[in-house]
């Protein structure tokens, strides 16, 4: 079974100041992705269908009296509507590719303690998966049991985590929009370079996300999520999605140009 992560900066335009698609990218990566058959579990981003609402409506952080909780309601409600919508186009889209995706809302059915998985039933997951069915996820706002919080926002990376774990995926595969980590931001610094493999001994001390837009920690978040899985003993990779072909060879099991981390 493989886990494959569309990037939210892969399928929107991340840093536009309203939730936007990239149809181009989208369109070819529902074609990409429609070449593999077996067992899969996509979870996609929410790129700028998640960090513009979540950010307005700080979800996430302490709720200060009962205006701002009303206020994070609305948050909540708008953010998880957004993210829902996103799902339908990747979904609809995998549809015309003749890929049999189902949308799991995530807020449904996790619920966070202090901003990391608490409860998650992976059942259904399975029973789908086992019928053939392709389970799509999404990072989304939840449920928090800190009460100080209440909400907070899950990324696509933790749900990877958390399932590649529990339903003992094969293989994970991250695709973003740069070739894998560098030894600094690659968008910002020209000088950057690519590192073939990350282990827990990696030096990395210029991998904080510069990308204002996200709330989820941008590829500093992805690092820690994916050492961690590397520590249960399940090697990740992380490909750049806006090049053509590269998702299909690395669902298909093909060496990619990118990060390895184990
Ligand atoms: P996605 O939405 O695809 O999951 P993010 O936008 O959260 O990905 O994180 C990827 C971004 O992280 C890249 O576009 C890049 O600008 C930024 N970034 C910051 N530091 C690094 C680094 N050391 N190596 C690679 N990318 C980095």
Known sequence: MIILK????????KDADKPTIDDVNLERIAEEVSCYNQDMIIVHGAGSFGHIHAKEYAIGETITDDKDKSNK??????????V????????????EK??????????????????????CDTNLIRQYLDDGFVPVLYGDA????????KY??????????????DL????????????????DNPKTNPDAKLIDIVTKDTLLTTTTNDNQADVTGGMAGKINELLELADYGIES??????????IKLAVSGKAVKGTIIK
Request: proline share 2%; net charge positive.
């Open 98 to 119: 003749n890929v049999p995706a189902i949308g799991m809302k995530p807020s449904s059915f996790i619920v966070n303690k202090n901003k990391r998985i608490d409860e």
């Open 142 to 149: 939840v449920l928090d049991k800190n009460d100080e919080i």
């Open 168 to 183: 003992k995926a094969d293989r994970v595969i991250l695709s973003s929009d740069v070739d894998g980590i560098y030894t």
């Open 152 to 165: 907070s926002i899950l990324s696509g990376d933790q749900i990877i985590t958390y399932l590649a774990k």
């Open 237 to 246: 990779q992380i490909i750049n999605a806006q090049k053509e072909g590269n």
């Open 84 to 95: 829902q919508l996103l799902n339908y186009k990747v979904i609809s889209k995998l549809h």
């Open 73 to 82: 309601i609305k948050g909540m409600s708008l953010t998880q509507a957004s």
């Open 6 to 13: 569309l990037g939210g900066s892969a399928l929107t335009i």
